[in-house]
């Protein structure tokens, strides 16, 4: 998938919603940006944890895509964050996952969260499970006949 093509598939969805902005994607490394909007904060004007973890899900996910064989989807099955120092709102993070494994059945991607600084806010580590492509029931190969 494109850089173009994946903006626009996030485009009607919550990460989308969220205004992540991508500005690197390769099957080893995705790169983005999200301006803190007081929506995505919490009290005292500071970026939501739940936001943090969303922005660095969506770039993990991303990224699986990017290796996954023809018809197999993903789903994150596990993610763990340390929040180390707060993003204020009106400012701008900086999300960059790095595969740290690509296997046929899961993949664990490491996405650190900047702000504008280069001060590191989250450091999130996922596993994204690979699912196979499903197969047609009969039902729905004779529907589509």
């Known amino acids: 998938m494109e850089l173009t093509q994946a903006q626009q598939l996030l485009a009607p969805l919550f990460p989308g919603s969220m205004g992540i902005t991508l500005l690197e994607l390769s099957p080893e490394r995705v790169v983005a940006e999200m301006q803190v909007r007081a929506d995505l904060c919490t009290t005292g004007g500071v970026l939501h944890g739940g936001a943090s973890m969303a922005f660095a899900d969506t770039l993990g996910a991303l990224g699986t895509m990017q290796n996954l064989p023809s018809g197999a989807t993903t789903t994150t099955t596990d993610s763990s964050t340390k929040f180390i120092a707060p993003a204020k709102v009106g400012s701008t993070v900086r999300g960059e996952s790095v595969a740290l494994h690509r296997g046929r059945t899961t993949m664990v991607w490491q996405t650190s969260v900047r702000n504008e600084n280069g001060r ?11 699912l196979a492509p499903r197969a047609a029931s009969p039902d729905e190969a004779t529907s589509s006949r």
Not at 120 to 130: G, I, K, S
């Open 120 to 130: 590191l806010c989250a450091l999130v580590t996922q596993t994204q499970l690979v």
